[in-house]
């Protein structure tokens, strides 16, 4: 059983920053061998991936380079999102997704506000 727990939303003015943080219950090789990634759900939008930690290494939406970094710490588990000069347009729910075995795995999400 895979279980992923988001932390970290919150309302932040423009400019501001949040770290996002996802804690995995799984295996730790679970953790390990699979591929992390943020994605985000604004009001009336599709899901759009954020950013994500694969074997390859990380990728990013263009609306966030430079502002956002993803990183993972294998020893708790859990993967993170800094975000940096926030925009209300980064305003939305941040899900956590883990992809192994062919299976997607979905934390419940965190909102993330942000006022101008």
């Known amino acids: 059983q895979v279980q992923l727990v988001e932390s970290g939303g919150g309302l932040v003015q423009t400019g501001g920053s949040l770290r996002l943080s996802c804690a995995c219950a799984a295996s730790g090789i679970i953790f390990r061998i699979g591929t992390l990634g943020w994605y985000r759900q604004a009001p009336g939008q599709q899901r759009e991936l954020v950013a994500e930690i694969t074997s390859g290494g990380t990728n990013y939406a263009d609306s966030v380079k430079g502002r956002f970094t993803i990183s993972r710490d294998n020893a708790k588990n859990t993967v993170y999102l800094q975000m940096n000069s926030l925009k209300p347009e980064d305003t939305a729910v941040y899900y956590c997704?883990?992809?192994?075995?062919?299976?997607?795995?979905w934390g419940q999400g965190t909102r993330v506000t942000v006022s101008s």
């Open positions: 997704r883990l992809g192994v075995y062919r299976t997607d795995y």
